[in-house]
């Protein structure tokens, strides 16, 4: 497909499917969210097959059928971190399956010893994904304001892709390149950017973009905010953070392409875009964070706290080296947002995961409870390292403790 072509299709997809949300945010999501909170008042249960709306084909025949198991796990001691400022929802749901899924941990390769490209299990472009009946329940709930949020960022999204200028103007050298591209970044609002090589391993099995480099773009959210979540507070913010870490990548991108040299956003939720690639080993590899036994990535700068764009180009850049923090030094010993975890879904021990050992949560626990809050983020706020100015003074402990200055001269 040409650069025309492509840029034709993404404008159309965006602005239909901005138009489409714009039409169903105010006629039949209201009406289905309606039907479903009906069910919720007289204490019925809602069959998510049951609920109106696109088919759920996509099917697995590479994996073995195990069924999930949606229950919350029991035993470990319930607790709630003094800072967070709302009750934590109970773990009761009022949706239920009538047939249970393809669990979510075999989808994500929980357990094989070989490397493999991931598949999707929830969100993306399609409610067609394994888990999309869950994923629908999700969007039908959301509340009218996050749904006009989202028609703003499906909008936005059509900049994503562009026409490359004939020149190339871009600095031959490819560490001057970066510096170039590390400081554009920073100029359209991202708080922390760096650069790998792209692999195979980063992108959906379905989506393989094809493109050298990956640059990986984080935005803060706001602390106070988040300190609410679960709520309709924190989702607000959520999205915005999304809406404008989607904008710098957009903007980037669009910044490398005036440069003469191909470049695209991957950036959250649009349809097509959100599907490509995963952020978080993306930004592990260019250096702004480690992995968290929460799952979610942790910076020095941020904690968890941030939302992750990707821009993928062909420019020649110099890369950055993954960065030790000391993160699994203190997750060895901290059980904080194990203990915090309303459904208990985040395991104690790292995980063998398509070849990797690493921390994981369980995916079938965590799920259910996600959709139920529209969007949790319990995990990521109280961990310490997303308390404010916290994480460079903990990586300074973590690794001064590993390497300990003896005092002679
Ligand atoms: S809360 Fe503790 S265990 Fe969980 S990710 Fe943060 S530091 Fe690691
Ligand atoms: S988002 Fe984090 S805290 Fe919330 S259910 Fe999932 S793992 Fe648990």
């Known amino acids: 497909m040409n650069d025309y072509s492509k840029l034709l299709m993404v404008h159309f997809k965006s602005k239909s499917f901005t138009i489409a949300v714009g039409i169903a945010t105010h006629s039949i999501f209201p009406l289905l969210r309606w039907l479903q909170q009906r069910k919720i008042d007289k204490g019925e249960t809602i069959w998510l097959e049951d609920m109106p709306g696109p088919p759920q084909s996509q099917a697995f025949p590479h994996l073995s059928f195990q069924p999930a198991d949606l229950t919350p796990n029991a035993g470990l001691l319930r607790r709630r971190a003094r800072h967070m400022k709302v009750d934590y929802p109970a773990t009761d749901y009022p949706f239920a399956y009538r047939k249970t899924p393809l669990s979510g941990n075999v989808i994500n390769g929980l357990g094989e010893e070989a490397a493999r490209q991931p598949d999707h299990v929830f969100f ?83 989506s393989s973009p094809d493109f050298q480099y990956a640059i990986s773009v984080a935005w803060p959210m706001d602390r106070e905010e988040m300190l609410h979540t679960p709520s309709q507070r924190s989702n607000r913010e959520i999205m915005d953070a999304y809406r404008q870490v989607n904008r710098v990548a957009i903007k980037l991108a669009n910044f490398i392409r005036s440069l003469g040299h191909p470049a695209q956003a991957s950036t959250n939720l649009a349809p097509g875009s959100s599907t490509e690639v995963l952020h978080v080993p993306i930004a592990i590899e260019a250096g702004l964070g480690q992995l968290g036994k929460h799952g979610s990535l942790i910076t020095a700068e941020f904690g968890s706290n941030v939302r992750l764009a990707t821009v993928l180009t062909d420019l020649p850049l110099a890369i950055d080296q993954p960065r030790d923090l000391g993160v699994d030094d203190l997750c060895r010993n901290c059980r904080i947002c194990e203990t915090n975890c309303p459904p208990h879904a985040i395991f104690s021990e790292k995980q063998t995961v398509r070849g990797q050992k690493r921390w994981y949560v369980n995916f079938d626990k965590c799920a259910p409870y996600f959709a139920e809050t529209r969007g949790c983020g319990i995990c990521i706020e109280v961990c310490p390292w997303s308390e404010p100015g916290k994480g460079m003074e903990l990586t300074k402990t973590l690794l001064g403790r590993r390497h300990p200055v003896t005092g002679s001269e």
């Open 124 to 206: 993306g472009d399609s409610y067609k994904r394994a888990w999309g009946k869950l994923d629908w329940y999700f969007q039908v709930m959301e509340p009218t304001s996050i749904h006009r949020q989202i028609a703003q960022i499906f909008w936005q999204d059509g900049g994503r892709v562009g026409i490359v200028a004939r020149r190339n103007t871009a600095p031959p050298d490819p560490s001057d390149a970066a510096l170039l591209i590390k400081e554009a970044a920073r100029r359209f609002g991202a708080s922390l950017a760096g650069i790998t090589k792209m692999d195979a391993s980063f992108c959906y099995r379905d």
